[in-house]
């Protein structure tokens, strides 16, 4: 009997938002793949003779390469263990988790999800910004901030993000922060707007830079703020003056 694999969000660092559910699997499992986002702390959760697999990135770099995870997912299922494979926030926000899935399918291997609470709105809400509020934004849109080398026909549209009059959250926003930040201006959105960079939120390591789209990149480096990190951008990002730290 092949085995079953179960793709879990981790939640964005804090050990208590993780589901219920993904919790009760991680306890279960004969295997555990997981990343360096996922709380460590989870693994400790495990059976004592689970297999736990470190596939994560190290300073930018993969461990593993995308194919060598599938490939030890695949190998684990198809011998007939339970796995685990933990992602950090939700496994369907950024994290890879849809090629995951779509692997398992083609090899046949039945595959579940168990969503996650993503850092793209938990970061800021631990930091006092909801990404929506109807005083300040009634949409909100996800974006990376780092696009794919290989696909350089599915550029991302910063003038239309720029005028979406919504909540914008960049997460993998780091690197190309400045630039993505002049790309906003250029859209033609206001050099004033709030932005809030939330590094490593709901862990004990939070930390929050406040400033404007055209002072944000230099804030940062001046404090030394790097991944992981979330940037919001928008009116909504002041409300963390009001509202405060909600960790
Ligand atoms: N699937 C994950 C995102 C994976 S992409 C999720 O749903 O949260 C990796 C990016 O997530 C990082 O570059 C950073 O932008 C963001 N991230 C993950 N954990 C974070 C945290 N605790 N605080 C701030 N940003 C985080």
């Not at 059976?47 to 995870?69: C, F, M, S, T, Y």
């Not at 630039?179 to 004033?192: A, E, F, H, I, T």
């Amino acid at each position: 009997m092949p085995g079953e694999v179960y793709l879990i969000g981790a939640g964005p660092g804090d050990i208590g938002l993780i589901t219920v559910r993904g919790m009760e699997l991680v306890q279960t499992a004969d295997v555990i793949v997981y990343d360096q986002l996922a709380n460590p702390e989870l693994l400790d959760r495990a059976r004592p003779d689970a297999k736990l697999i470190d596939v994560g990135k190290e300073g930018g770099h993969h461990k593993v390469r995308q194919e060598g995870i599938n490939n030890i997912i695949v190998e684990e299922a198809t011998e007939g263990r339970m796995v685990v494979r933990l992602k950090g926030g939700d496994p369907f926000m950024f994290g890879r988790g849809g090629e995951e899935a779509e692997e398992l399918r083609k090899a046949g291997i039945k595959v579940h999800v168990v969503p996650g609470v993503t850092s793209a709105i938990a970061a800021p809400a631990m930091a006092g910004i909801p990404v929506t509020h109807r005083d300040h934004a009634p949409m909100v849109t996800f974006v990376t901030g780092h696009e794919r080398d290989d696909r350089p026909d599915e550029r991302i549209n910063w003038k239309a993000l720029a005028n979406t009059g919504g909540t914008i959250v960049i997460l993998m926003g780091m690197a190309n922060l400045e630039q993505n930040m002049s790309r906003l201006v250029k859209g033609g959105l206001d050099p004033s707007t709030p932005v809030a960079v939330v590094h490593r939120g709901s862990t004990p390591s939070q930390k929050v830079v406040m400033s404007t789209l055209d002072g944000i990149a230099e804030e940062c480096r001046r404090q030394g703020i790097g991944s992981p990190a979330v940037v919001v951008v928008g009116g909504v990002a002041s409300l963390r003056d009001v509202l405060g730290d909600l960790r």
